[in-house]
C-alpha cells in the first residue's frame, strides 16, 4: 500500500531581482496514513512553504506530489478542487485567517456549502457536529472572530479544516500564536481527533518540545533543505547534525543538575538567492572543511536516521 504522502525531489523557487529564492530545494519525505512529520527550524527556512506547496497554495517550481500513489503535482480544475477536500490547513494567526465579517457558524459552514453536498436540515446538523467535535461553546456560535480569545479562534480554525472529511492536514505552527496554557489545549485536541479521525499532520514549528510531543518522525529544515530527518526519539536521543544538535542545545531546561549548554552559532547566515553548491550551514558549523563546500546529501547514518553532512560520522564518534 502507496503511503498517503509522498514528496518527491520538491523544490520551490521565487523570483526576485538579483535571482532566484531557494525557498524549498530538493525535498522528499513519505507520511504514512495516521502519522505526523514533524518540520522544525528557523523561522525563514522553508517549512510553510513547503507545506503550502504540497496542497498547492503555491505551486511547486519542480519535483513530485503524490497522494496515495496519484501524482497531484500540477492538477488544476476540477480534479484539484476535489483532491482539496482530502488535504486541508491550518493557518498560524486565527485571527487573520477569520473574516471578522462572518459569525463563527458562518465561517464553519462555509466549505460544507461550498462543496454543494450538504443542503437544509442536513447542513445545519453537520455545522453543529462540527462545532462540538473542536469544543466551541453554543453561547458563542453566533459571535464574531473579535469576541473570542486566540484558543477559540483556533478552533474554529481546525473546525473550518475538517469539515470536508479530509485525509492530511498541513498545520502551520498553529499554536505559536497561543498562551502556553491554550497551546496544550489545542495540541491535546489535535492529537484526539487524529485517533478519532485517523488523519495524518504534517506539523509546522520552530518549537522543538511542541514537535517532540506530537510528531512520529521528525525533518529539520535550514535554508530550505532537509539536513536531519529521523524518528522523534531517535532525533532527542541520537542527535547528528550539527545544526540539529545546535536547535535542541535551545530547549530550555528545568534540571538544575544539569545546566544548558547551549551551541552557540557564529558566522553570516548563508543567502538563500542563488545558493552556492555545498553545505548552507557551513558558514555557521564549527566542524567546516573544505570538503563541505561540495553538493551534500542525505545519508542513512542509522536505521531510518539520515543526515547530509559529509563529516557526521567524525563527529559523531
Do not use: W
Request: some cysteine; hydrophobic content about 35%.
Amino acid at each position: 500500500m502507496p503511503p498517503l504522502i509522498e514528496v518527491r525531489n520538491l523544490k520551490k523557487y521565487f523570483k526576485v531581482p538579483s535571482g532566484e529564492l531557494h525557498a524549498v530545494d530538493d525535498v522528499s519525505f513519505v507520511i504514512n496514513k495516521g502519522e505526523t512529520l514533524g518540520v522544525v527550524g528557523e523561522s525563514g527556512c522553508g517549512k510553510s512553504t513547503l507545506g503550502r506547496t504540497i496542497i498547492h497554495l503555491q505551486e511547486a517550481t519542480a519535483g513530485k506530489v503524490f497522494m496515495e500513489g496519484n501524482d497531484i503535482t500540477h492538477m488544476s480544475g476540477q480534479k484539484l478542487k476535489r483532491m482539496r477536500e482530502k488535504m486541508q490547513i491550518i493557518f498560524q494567526d486565527p485571527y487573520s485567517s477569520l473574516n471578522p465579517r462572518q459569525r463563527i457558524i458562518s465561517t464553519v459552514q462555509e466549505p460544507l456549502m461550498k462543496s454543494g453536498r450538504f443542503k437544509g436540515v442536513i447542513l445545519k446538523t453537520e455545522t453543529e457536529r462540527l462545532m462540538d467535535l473542536v469544543g466551541i461553546d453554543k453561547r458563542l456560535r453566533e459571535a464574531y472572530p473579535h469576541e473570542l480569545d486566540g484558543g477559540r479562534r483556533q478552533r474554529v480554525g481546525i473546525a473550518r479544516a475538517l469539515a470536508l472529511g479530509p485525509q492530511f492536514i498541513v498545520c502551520d505552527e498553529p499554536v505559536s500564536a497561543l498562551d502556553v496554557s491554550i497551546q496544550a489545549q489545542v495540541l491535546n485536541l489535535l492529537m484526539e481527533l487524529q485517533d478519532r479521525l485517523g488523519m495524518s499532520y504534517m506539523f509546522v514549528t520552530h518549537d522543538l518540545s511542541v514537535v517532540r510531543h506530537i510528531s512520529d518522525h521528525i525533518c529539520v529544515m535550514y535554508l530550505g533543505q532537509v539536513v536531519e530527518k529521523s524518528p522523534s526519539k531517535k532525533l532527542f536521543t541520537t542527535t547528528l547534525h550539527p545544526y540539529s544538535k545546535a536547535l535542541l542545545s535551545a530547549i530550555p531546561s528545568t534540571d538544575i543538575r544539569k545546566p544548558m549548554q547551549q551551541v552557540k552559532l557564529k558566522g553570516e547566515i548563508t543567502s538563500p538567492i542563488n545558493p552556492k553548491p555545498g553545505c548552507r550551514f557551513a558558514a555557521r558549523c564549527p566542524y567546516t572543511l573544505d570538503v563541505c563546500h561540495e553538493p551534500q546529501q542525505l545519508e542513512e547514518i542509522t536505521e531510518n536516521h539520515f543526515a547530509a553532512c559529509c563529516r557526521v560520522r567524525e563527529i559523531n564518534d
